[in-house]
């Protein structure tokens, strides 16, 4: 069993369209969580942390569920430059070495 | 530009040769970490420095892989004897270790093509 979950998609939305990916993480240990975005091609770059208590940035909402293993991101509004990868990622802690799903792709259209 | 950079870009080379990656992490940065991609995945970490001492390695990084981080700033990945396995995307990161969560910030990548 992969260490962190996700579902590949693709998910084809229209623009303006609410999209939420979801994955689940097998080390109930894990301390640190984000969601990463990666561009075909390109490096990943870190969308946003996530907190136990959830947070918010603009249209991206990010969940966290310790007790499921669950962490989650929901997408408002989805706009043609959202089109890409959306990456899982986990930490143990420390050092933050980063455990990464494979990723979920996100194409929007108009 | 102050991101992390990696070079070169793209390096094809023949099964059997070997081949050296560099990595400069942002200045003030002194966790550095390689990771590997291969298609449809996402990166797999390979190793972490905290300055010049390699602190983990992956079971991922066979006895062909060496990295080093002699004076704890720029790091050279090397993989002796290449393989057609060792064909993917090698990433570059580094995070500051001043306050907890710090993020990784990634370089371009070095594309590897095993022939």
């Known amino acids: 069993r992969k260490e962190v979950e996700q579902d590949p998609g693709p998910f084809n939305v229209p623009e303006g369209a609410t999209v939420a990916f979801n994955c689940t993480y097998s080390n109930s240990a894990s301390q640190s969580f984000f969601w990463y975005r990666q561009d075909c091609r390109k490096e990943p770059k870190l969308l946003m942390s996530v907190y136990s208590s959830g947070n918010e940035d603009g249209r991206f909402t990010a969940q966290l569920n310790r007790a499921s293993q669950y962490i989650s991101l929901l997408i408002r ?24 799903g494979a990723g979920t792709r996100l194409a929007v259209h108009p | ?96 270790d001043r306050g907890p969560n710090q993020p990784q910030h990634f370089g371009d990548g070095t594309r590897l093509s095993i022939l």
Not at chain 2, 39 to 64: I, W
Not at chain 2, 72 to 82: H, K, W
């Open chain 1, 77 to 100: 509004d989805s706009k043609l430059s959202d089109s890409a990868t959306y990456l899982c990622v986990v930490s143990p802690g420390g050092y933050n070495k980063l455990i990464f």
């Open chain 2, 1 to 96: 530009d102050t991101g992390v950079s990696q070079n070169p870009r793209h390096k094809i080379t023949k099964r059997g040769q070997n081949v050296t990656f560099r990595c400069d992490p942002i200045s003030e940065h002194n966790r550095l970490y390689w990771y590997r991609q291969t298609l449809g995945q996402g990166p797999e970490f390979l190793t972490y420095f905290q300055n010049e001492a390699q602190l983990e390695k992956s079971r991922l990084l066979s006895d062909r892989f060496s990295a080093e981080r002699p004076k704890g700033s720029f790091s050279t990945l090397e993989i002796q004897r290449t393989e057609q396995g060792d064909s993917a995307m090698y990433l570059c990161a580094s995070s500051s």
